[in-house]
Structures are given as structure tokens and as C-alpha cells.
């Protein structure tokens, strides 16, 4: 297995073409998405002991999130197609992604939004690159529900999960993982929301693993918000709570697909509370260096919480995939920070403030 692929990056549909659906060559739209490291955390081990963490940081694809390589190839499936427009229901992300990717092709993107629950750098995203934004006042599922309709009636491509395009592109960060490993890991830790990325990321493993490319596959741990956890619960939640606002959705449209990488896998799909995902989320910037959103800290807190558990055990394996930056939410690392020191511009009170 090639460990890492020499020269420029060229997205994740010309790096894994032979993984993904056919495609024409001048209808690939990209933004270089993929490519996303796999970084070796070491400060939590007096809370993880002797496990080996890697943190997939989707954040640093080019919208700030992993949605951007499942947009790469709905988008271009859809130009392919010949369509003009596409739509999407989203907590933030996808219309992020989608605005993005429909700005590059020449499309018209509308992103229906639940009021008051999208992040501020999502919002800004979705309305900087162009998008019809519509701000519906009810939940994310409501706005999905819509969606669903609307690409039925009207001539418009829905780019959310539910299209089959978005879960191939999403493989491709599973394909990422076990080409900087060399090997599966033990464990792999997701926050879930609409459950189409732990869905995506079992069948990147199950294809790898059936092309010989690794020999064992992952545990698939996922992990809801305590507020908003309908694949826990078994049954829909109808107002679902949680300040992760990214998986604040309840009743995923991949709901099956997250209980098939359960069972297949032999992993679990559990939830954290949102104290809990907020101390992953100040640990993994304070410790790590990394600035993930607060949805995407449900992954460690999951692995915080089955190491306490006694599931894991020293020598394992474990990748976190931290789904989204930090920089999408900036309210609420400001509301859960430490606040910024008020003082004159004089030596003394700084030098006080600084503490020698
Ligand atoms: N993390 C982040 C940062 C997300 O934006 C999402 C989903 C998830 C995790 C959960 O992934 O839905 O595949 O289980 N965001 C969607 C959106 C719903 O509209 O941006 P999932």
C-alpha cells in the first residue's frame, strides 16, 4: 500500500477514482477536499492510559468540515447530470459545503436552516458563497422533511445524505485512515447526527478490508448527544436539545445504516451529555492544539467515556474523527472559555495579570 501518495493533492474523486462511482472528467467539481491529517494525540493518556489516539481532523477540509467530499461528488454527479440547482436541509455544515461547491460549478444552492441553531460561521458560510438561505422556524428534520418533497416536484438536486453520492465521497476518509496506518485501527470513534458519515465510514472499511487493501476492520463506536439520541433510545426524538448544534437532529435519515455498522462491526452507538462533550472539547484545544466544533468533540468524550467503561484497553487502536473546526461555532468556545483580562495599557497591571 502506497503510505503516502506523492505530489499535489488532487481531491478525493481523481485520488480514488477506482473506489467511486464513474464520473466524467469535466464535470468534477473539487476544492482539493481530503487529504486530511491523522494526528497522534498524546497528552490524554492520564485519562486513556496506554491506548494510541489519532485525531481525523475534517476540519481542515475546505469548508472547515468532512461534508465537503461527499459534496465534491454529489455536486459533480449532478452537473454530470445536467442539473442547475441543488438543496439541502441543514444544521450548518452541509450548506456550508453545499453553497461552496454549487458556487464552484455555476449552480444555484438553497440550504433550508432550523432558526437559532445553526452556527455562526456555517450561516456566513452558506451566505457568502451565494446560497438561497431559508431559515425555517422548526427543527432540522422538519427542513428535511421539506426537502424531501421539493426535489420530487421541482427540478432541484437534493444533496443531502440521503443521496447516494454523498456517502461514496465520504468513504474516502476510512480509505485516508487505513493508508496512513498501514492497518485498521482497533476502534473507530464518530459523533453521529443524520448518521450518514458512520454509515459512509463502514463502507469505506468493508470495501478496503474486500480489496485486500487491510485485513481487519474497526469497531464502529457512534455517538448521539444525550438530548438528541433517537438511535439510543429507539424512537424519534421530537425536540431534540444539545449546545452541538450540528447533530441536534431527531430521527436520522440513516438511522439503519448506523445500526448495521453497530452490529456488523460489533461496536456500539451510545451518548454523551453535552458537560461531557464540552470538557472534550476544551481538552482536545487545551491538550491537543486542535479546535474542533463542540459535535465533533462527542467523539473523544464517546472514547473518554468507554475507556471509563472499561472497554478499551492499552495497545488499542482508536481514531476520533473531529468532524468540523472549531471556528464554524466561535460563540460557544467564547461562552465556555476562560475570559479575556481587562486592563490599561500599563506594565504594571500586565505584568500582574501575567503573574511573575
Ligand atoms: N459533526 C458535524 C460537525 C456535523 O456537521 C455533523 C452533521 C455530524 C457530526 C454528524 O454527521 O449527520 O453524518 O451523522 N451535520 C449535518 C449538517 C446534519 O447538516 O451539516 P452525520
Known amino acids: 500500500m502506497e503510505l ?116 455562526l460561521g456555517k450561516l456566513s458560510q452558506a451566505m457568502i458563497h451565494g446560497a438561497c438561505v431559508i431559515e425555517v422556524r422548526g427543527s432540522f428534520d422538519e427542513a428535511l422533511a421539506m426537502v424531501k418533497e421539493i426535489t420530487k416536484r421541482y427540478p432541484v438536486t437534493m444533496v443531502n445524505s440521503l443521496n447516494p453520492f454523498r456517502i461514496e465521497g465520504q468513504k474516502t476518509a476510512a480509505f485516508e485512515v487505513c493508508e496512513h496506518l498501514g492497518h485498521a485501527p482497533t476502534y473507530h470513534f464518530l459523533p453521529v447526527g443524520n448518521a450518514g458519515n458512520i454509515t459512509a465510514y463502514w463502507k469505506g472499511y468493508k470495501e478496503y478490508r474486500d480489496k485486500g487493501m487491510v485485513s481487519s476492520l474497526p469497531k464502529m463506536m457512534g455517538f448521539q448527544a444525550e438530548g438528541a439520541a433517537p438511535i439510543v433510545l429507539g424512537r424519534p426524538v421530537a425536540n431534540p436539545t444539545t449546545v452541538a ?31 461531557e462533550i464540552l470538557d472534550a472539547y476544551r481538552l482536545v484545544a487545551s491538550r491537543e492544539g486542535i479546535f474542533c466544533e463542540p459535535a465533533s468533540a462527542a467523539s473523544i468524550a464517546g472514547a473518554i467515556k468507554m475507556k471509563r467503561h472499561g472497554v478499551l484497553k492499552d495497545g488499542d487502536t482508536i481514531v476520533c474523527t473531529l468532524t468540523g473546526h472549531g471556528l464554524k461555532d466561535p460563540d460557544t468556545a467564547i461562552d465556555t472559555s476562560t475570559k479575556p483580562v481587562r486592563v490599561s495599557a500599563n506594565m504594571g497591571e500586565i505584568i500582574d495579570v501575567m503573574g511573575f
Open 4 to 119: 503516502l501518495r506523492k505530489g499535489l493533492w488532487r481531491g478525493i474523486i481523481n485520488e480514488f477514482r477506482e473506489h467511486l462511482p464513474e464520473i466524467r472528467d469535466d464535470a468534477i467539481v473539487t476544492l482539493k477536499e481530503g487529504n486530511t491529517p491523522l494526528i497522534e494525540a498524546r497528552g490524554l493518556k492520564d485519562i486513556l492510559g496506554e491506548v494510541r489516539l489519532l485525531l481525523k481532523f475534517e476540519g481542515l477540509n475546505p469548508t472547515g468540515s468532512f461534508k465537503d467530499r461527499g459534496m465534491t461528488l454529489a455536486v459533480s454527479k449532478a452537473k454530470e447530470g445536467g442539473g442547475k440547482a441543488v438543496i439541502c436541509a441543514s444544521t450548518g455544515n452541509t450548506s456550508a459545503s453545499a453553497a461552496a461547491y454549487a458556487a464552484k460549478a455555476g449552480m444555484k444552492a438553497y440550504v433550508l436552516v432550523p432558526e437559532g441553531s445553526v452556527a
Open 245 to 275: 448544534t450540528a447533530i441536534k437532529i431527531g430521527d436520522p435519515a440513516s438511522w439503519q445504516g448506523a445500526l448495521q455498522a453497530k452490529q456488523e462491526s460489533g461496536g456500539t452507538i451510545d451518548m454523551v451529555s453535552d458537560a
